[in-house]
């Protein structure tokens, strides 16, 4: 199983911007969509955004919409998260995922997880 660790968290004003890294140690990244999701006390883990293994499809949850831009580096096993526009909304341990497919991006496939970073936005 890839091990997956998040960088880049912290705190940010609304209206600012952030970017999350996360490097995995997978063999074959490529072989593998890879996602972000993000959980509050209280609430379950959600959905934040997902790439395919080839970044040939993205998809995101409406509340990040035109704001957080996913991405990925093949050549050296990191997946983005290029967070704008950040809400007090959006704060939250953000976490890295990696499904069991390459292709589409479906929530349910994603079982390996990073440890988390904490995003926090003041208003």
């Known amino acids: 199983q890839a091990q997956l660790v998040e960088s880049g968290g912290g705190l940010a004003q609304a209206g600012g911007s952030l970017t999350l890294s996360c490097a995995s140690s997978e063999a074959v990244f490529t072989r593998y969509a890879m996602g972000w999701f993000r959980q509050v006390p209280g609430k379950e883990r959600e959905f934040v955004a997902g790439?395919?293994?080839?970044?040939?499809?993205?998809s995101y949850d409406d509340s990040v919409k035109d704001r957080f831009t996913i991405s990925r580096d093949n050549g050296k096993n990191t997946v983005y998260l290029q967070m704008n526009s950040l809400k007090p909304e959006d704060t939250a341990v953000y976490y890295c995922?990696?499904?069991?497919?390459?292709?589409?991006?479906?929530?349910?496939?994603?079982?390996?997880w990073g440890q988390g970073t904490q995003v926090t936005v003041s208003s």
């Open positions: 790439i395919t293994g080839g970044s040939s499809m993205t």
């Open positions: 995922a990696q499904s069991s497919l390459s292709y589409p991006i479906v929530k349910s496939t994603f079982g390996s």
